[in-house]
Nanobody
């Protein structure tokens, strides 16, 4: 079983920064990709950013240039550095891990609130 534990959410003013962390533990033979999704009230969950085992990254258009995803393979940890935050970034942010066998795991979510 794989567990994902997120941290780093909170309340910040517009223009501020936050760094999210997600540590994976458990029996993990291989990781295909890790990423961050978010879900705002009344909206569907959407991809924010993802990073492959080889370091290739994908970003949602609205966060390009403001958010940076990174990964520490030795620690099975993925980070999301969020700068120049906007009120529309307010959401619950979820960590996702896809194993080499294609199985997907989710964290419990961490709240990010950006005040105007």
């Amino acid at each position: 079983q794989v567990q994902l534990v997120e941290s780093g959410g909170g309340l910040v003013q517009a223009g501020g920064s936050l760094r999210l962390s997600c540590a994976a533990s458990g029996i993990i033979f291989s990781i295909n990709a890790m990423g961050w999704y978010r879900q705002a009230p009344g909206k569907e969950r959407e991809l924010v950013a993802s990073i492959s085992g080889g370091g290739s990254t994908v970003y949602q258009e609205s966060v390009k240039g403001r958010f940076t995803i990174s990964r520490d393979n030795a620690k099975n940890t993925v980070y999301l550095q969020m700068n120049s935050l906007k009120p529309e970034d307010t959401a619950i942010y979820y960590c996702n891990l896809i194993t080499g066998f294609g199985r997907s795991y989710w964290g419990q979510g961490t709240q990010v609130t950006v005040s105007s």
